[in-house]
């Protein structure tokens, strides 16, 4: 259960309503005028226990540690439901200012864990990694982009790499698995073999790439292509990607096993189909006949593919 406890955001109950929603999880809420949040938290906790729920978080409004008086609301919660475990959520772009407040916060509360948010951005969040050695409490997870499943459990190891541009291939790794479907992919390599890779092959593809976080994401876990997915910001538009699945998805199932029939009237219908123009069709037809070039290369001569590719 998630139980909203910032009662001086206005949307803060909102946002966490549209969050349990879109779980499904449960979101404990009273009217922000009549509770404080120690009373919420509290009457929060004993609802989750009534209904047998394993796990109570209690979202606390976002605060600076030079606020005394909400520091002081914080010590009240804690003490009212004597939470298992506290974590702070930091943004890791603020760096010093994020070391500084969970230093702050240790002090007042005692912190369990914290969680580094925005670690997909440019400042990599080097100087927030240093949170643990001011305050002994380790990182728990990062938070790597703004979808619900955008946050990954710490590994220092991988987080060193990533700051230092040389990828990371176990969550790389880890993300396909939890992205790919074995018998998706078992029926991709027999299409592979025999060169028969359909725009709904594609289409997998894309959506598959979408899953791992994105082309952005995904280049800055390979080893080498870190920083030349920084350099290629402008160019990764993951627009695109929507795009070229919108496109697929205005097709025929015949036009997606025969794209040489999409033609002029079967083009324009498309493009206005997936809101795009002809010129974004042709676009899409033209990687596909790449990928499939690509393909037939790979079932007639694998090795010499991979020479290519190195």
Not at 279 to 285: E, G, I, K, P
Request: hydrophobic content about 40%; glycine content about 8%; proline content about 4%.
């Amino acid at each position: 259960m998630l139980i909203a406890a910032d009662l001086r955001r206005p949307a803060a109950i909102a946002q966490l309503q549209t969050l349990g929603n879109q779980l499904d999880i449960p979101v404990y809420s009273e009217d922000p005028g009549s509770s404080t949040p120690a009373q919420v938290a509290t009457a929060g906790v004993r609802r989750a226990a009534e209904l047998a729920l394993t796990w109570a978080i209690v979202d606390t409004g976002g605060r600076l540690h030079i606020d005394d008086e909400l520091m002081a609301e914080l010590e009240e919660v804690k003490r009212a439901v004597s939470p298992h475990q506290t974590i702070l959520v930091v943004d890791s772009m603020t760096g010093q200012d994020a070391v500084n407040a969970a230093e702050e916060f240790h002090r007042r509360v005692g912190l369990d864990g914290l969680v580094l948010s925005k670690m997909d951005g440019d400042a990599r969040g080097g100087a927030a990694l240093s949170i643990t050695r001011v305050t002994g409490v380790p990182i728990k997870f990062v938070g790597t982009g703004e979808r619900n499943d955008a946050l990954e459990q710490f590994h220092p190891d991988r987080m060193a790499s990533r700051i230092l541009a040389m990828g990371d291939v176990l969550t790389l790794i880890e993300r396909a698995q939890e992205a790919v479907d074995e018998e998706k992919a078992r029926e991709l390599e027999r299409k592979m073999r025999t060169a028969s890779f359909t725009l709904d092959d594609f289409l997998d593809q894309i959506q598959g790439v979408q899953k791992m976080g994105g082309l952005a994401s995904v280049m800055e876990m390979m080893p080498g292509l870190g920083r030349q997915s920084k350099k290629m910001q402008g160019q990764l538009d993951e627009s695109e990607l929507k795009k070229t699945e919108a496109i697929i998805r205005s097709m025929t199932m015949e036009e997606r096993d025969k794209p040489d029939i999409i033609k002029g009237s079967r083009r324009r219908r498309i493009a206005l189909g997936s809101g795009t123009n002809p010129a974004d069709v042709n676009r899409v037809l033209n990687q596909f006949k790449q990928t499939q070039r690509l393909m037939r290369q790979f079932s007639n001569n694998p090795k010499g593919l991979m020479r290519m590719l190195r």
